[in-house]
């Protein structure tokens, strides 16, 4: 089995490493990252300036692929020139800090990314520790330990050992959430409701100039019964089977009963 592993934390990211290693004994594992992190880059591909690609080792010596582009390019770049003669049987990215649950999903780098392996016919699996902001988890509980990647790395062995076996459909994708502390075992979801309201925090610089930080709140999830956000707030995996296709088919039937304008 070969595999594709990507991120949108960056090369450098201690979840690469984690799915690397935990990888490395199922597959013949290939990485290509972004060379910084990239995090909420959606799933934006560079089209105006050139993309470059060169070599470095993470701290195990394993020699790994770098670009400047975005998840989505590295995944390009990958599939249709690194990887070109032997093409990868799944891509995996992540592991990510941080969960992306529910409406995280349009913004997500490491699911976009995974999004990009399916587009190119390449079944994918976006893979995420749910961790809570270190700020959230510091205000009550005082200084943070790190990121703990190895529920979420033995998960990912698991998941390609069966992925190897139990092919996806073509153009789709898991997107996997793993609790921070020992999981109580796996669910499959539906992608849930997390909103993050208030979100936009105006300031004034030294200046007297106002400028804007997005992203502070702390999300809302609505945890409703068989959704990612319910799953990971009850200590399980989440494992969300996710389709390109974003058509809402219920109004479709609905317009289609009419009247609407034109048809
Ligand atoms: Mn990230």
């Not at 649950?101 to 190119?120: N, P, Q």
């Amino acid at each position: 089995m070969r595999i594709l592993i990507t991120n949108d934390d960056g090369v450098h990211a201690d979840g690469l490493l984690a799915l690397k290693q935990a990888l490395d004994p199922v597959a013949d594992v290939t990485v290509v990252a972004p060379d910084r992190p990239r995090s909420a880059c959606g799933h934006s591909i560079t089209l105006h300036k050139p993309l470059r690609l060169y070599t470095t080792r993470l701290p195990d010596g394993a020699e790994v692929w770098v670009s400047n582009g975005t998840p989505s390019d590295c995944v390009t770049l990958a599939i249709l020139d690194v990887m070109k003669a032997a093409p990868p049987d799944l891509v995996v990215s992540g592991i990510n800090h941080g969960p992306n649950l529910g409406w995280d999903l349009t913004y997500s780098g490491t699911v976009s990314a995974a999004m990009e392996g399916a587009i190119l016919g390449v079944p994918a699996v976006a893979l995420s520790v749910a961790w809570r902001f270190r700020r959230m988890v510091e205000e009550e509980e005082g200084p943070a330990p790190p990121i703990d990647f190895s529920h979420a790395a033995a998960y990912a062995a698991e998941l390609a050992r069966y992925l190897d076996a139990h092919r996806l459909p073509d153009h789709t994708l898991l997107n996997v959430n793993v609790p921070h502390l020992q999981p109580k075992g796996a669910r499959i979801t539906r992608q849930g409701i997390r909103r993050y309201p208030g979100k936009l925090e105006k300031r004034t610089d030294p200046m007297g100039r106002v400028y804007y930080w997005l992203g502070g709140d702390d999300p809302v999830d609505v945890c409703e019964e068989g959704t990612d956000v319910q799953a990971i707030a009850e200590q399980y995996i989440s494992v969300t089977p996710v389709q390109l296709d974003l058509t809402d088919r219920a109004l479709i039937q609905q317009f289609l009963e009419g009247p609407f304008p034109g048809v």
